[in-house]
Every structure is written in structure tokens, then in C-alpha cells.
């Protein structure tokens, strides 16, 4: 009788925190599509002629903080809400979770981090049905009835990367690591294509090994074990290069904290303060970057073409720059300056 009862006791409680989740989920997505419907809020006292959700689940919270940041200036200049639609939330949901909802929410456009999923694209379609556009930023979902993707090549960005490779003494044969996930395997492999072609045009095909390194993108942490992994175990290549910013701090680390700097010549992605220090003191031999503010201007420029006419270009291409360490030092000393 006494185990009944205990038993019985347990099914409640678990019935009990089963509601209370139910109902914290219900409230929360309550929240968010109130915050998207009401004229405050976030909004302040400005009024605004139109509300874009911006939706993102990028690794790199720096670069996508950049996006939206240009995003939001350029939605202020022409007078649109641009929305961290979902930020404040403590469900996580899902980036087609969240689609969905700001198109329930009855916002006027989207910008988000595409995915090439069937789930991004079943989102992107229904928003298409409810006449709301889709503007894909920096990740495409290409086969989608999105209206726009705003990105840069990752193909020129690998012609870059090979371009730098080849400043080196490559006579000998060159193994290159491109570190790279599931998750975003085909601009890797694009990458991958771009350095390849670099080499054979320049008559080393024969002699370069390029190969993707996959490691787990779930966390950071997880990403830097990985890569870690490759210091510690086994022979280093002679280059290795990360196509994000998460990859590229966890390279640079790695190398200085297992002594293998210099051992290895190391590229990476981003202009931000750390790694153009990185650049500048020679831990990386060059870094890329993209004018990531821009991208969200552009996204929302998009949105209001596409709004205002019906038509926009289905591919807005932003460019890239290679960040040797002379440009690495005077874009921090003029960062320095602007922070007096």
C-alpha cells in the first residue's frame, strides 16, 4: 500500500511539472507575438511603417550581433522595426520554430539565417503563402521560396585563402586542413573548391592535399575540443583554415597553448578585435572578412524593394577582404582611437 501511494505520488508531481512547462511555453510564445503586434515596447516612442523579424541561430554571436546591428541602423534610416525576434525568450526554439511565429505575429518581412533543411525551407514556404518575403543573411536555404539571399562567395573567399597558401614555399607539397561542420558543409566545400582551384591554376594541383576537417559545431566548447584534438593527436599539416570566427579563436588557442605556434600556418575568418590581434602579432598568417553590418543593411534593403515593388535580386552579394598583419595593426589603432 505504501509503495502505491509513493508511486502515486511521483505521477502527480510529474503530471504537475509536465503543466507548468505546457503553460511556461504557452506564455512565453503569448510574450513574444505580443511584443511583435504592440506599436512600444522595444520600439520606444518612434513610430514605425513597418515590422521585419530577424531571426538567427549562428555559432558566432559576435557576427551576427554585427548583422543585426546594421540591420537595425538601416531599418531606422527608413523608418522599419527591425526586430531580435526571439531574443529575450527562455524557450529556444528553433529558427523555423520561430518563422512561423513571427508570421502568426503578422510582421511585414523576415531576414533570417538560412539552412539548407527541409524544415527552413516547409517555414519559408508558409510565410510565402501568408504574402510575407523571406530574406536569407549570410546562410542561404536555396531551394526555398525565399526572395533574397545576402552573402558573399565562399567560393572567392577559398581563391583567397589559396592565394595567401601560395605565398609560401609550396615546391614540396602542401596538406591543407579546412576545419568545417555538418551543419555547413556545402559553403565549406565550396571553400575547399576555391583554394583548389587557385593551386591548380597556378600549376600545384598535383602536389596539394586539401581535406575538411568536420568537428562538432553543437557548442563552442565542443568545437574547441575537437580542434584541440588535432594538436594533440597526430602530425599537423603544414596550413590549417577556419571559415568562421568560433573556429578561428579556437585555432590560435590551441596553437598557443600546446606550443605549436609557428608549426603550423594558420588562416582565419572575421575582423573582430581579437583575432586582428591574432593577425598582428603573427599567430595568424591572414584573417577574411566581410563587412558583416553591411549584410544586414543589405537584408533590409531587400525586404523594402521587394515590399515596395514586387521584385528584387534573388542574390546580393556582399565582398570580402584578406587582412594581412600591417592592416591588422592600423585597424586596431584606429578602434583604440575611436574608443578615446
Known sequence: MEKKNISLKLIVVLLVLTLLMT?????????????????????????????????????????????YDGARAR??????????????????????????????????????????????????????SQGIPVVTALDDCAESDRVCFVGFSNYTVGRQYGEELLKGDVSDGITVYVVMDNENAGGAN??????????????FADI??????????????????????????????????????????????AAVDYNKAGSVALYGFDDSVDILEAVSKNLLEATVSVDSSRIGASAVDALEEYTDT?????????????ILAAHAAELLSQEDEESE
Open 208 to 253: 596539394c592535399n586539401i581535406e575538411g576537417v568536420y568537428v562538432n559545431n553543437e557548442t563552442t566548447f565542443t568545437a574547441e575540443e575537437d580542434i584541440r584534438d588535432i594538436f594533440i593527436n597526430g602530425s599537423l599539416p603544414d596550413a590549417m583554415v577556419a571559415i568562421n570566427s568560433v573556429y578561428t579563436r579556437c585555432l590560435f588557442q
Open 75 to 128: 531599418g531606422e534610416e527608413l523608418g522599419v522595426y527591425v526586430e531580435d525576434f526571439g531574443a529575450q525568450l527562455t524557450v529556444d526554439y528553433d529558427r523555423d520554430e520561430l518563422i512561423r511565429i513571427a508570421v502568426d505575429a503578422d510582421v511585414d518581412g523576415i531576414i533570417v539565417d538560412g539552412e539548407a533543411d527541409e524544415e527552413m525551407s516547409d517555414a519559408i514556404a508558409y510565410a510565402s
Open 190 to 203: 565550396l571553400v575547399i573548391s576555391g583554394i583548389y582551384d587557385e593551386f591548380a591554376d597556378r600549376g
Open 23 to 67: 503553460i511556461g511555453s504557452i506564455v512565453a510564445l503569448r510574450l513574444l507575438m505580443s511584443s511583435a503586434q504592440s506599436p512600444g515596447g522595444s520600439r520606444g516612442t518612434m513610430s514605425y511603417d513597418r515590422h521585419y523579424a530577424f531571426i538567427h541561430k549562428g555559432a558566432d554571436e559576435d557576427l551576427w550581433a554585427h548583422i
Open 310 to 322: 514586387g521584385y528584387v535580386t534573388t542574390y546580393i552579394a556582399q565582398d570580402t577582404e584578406v
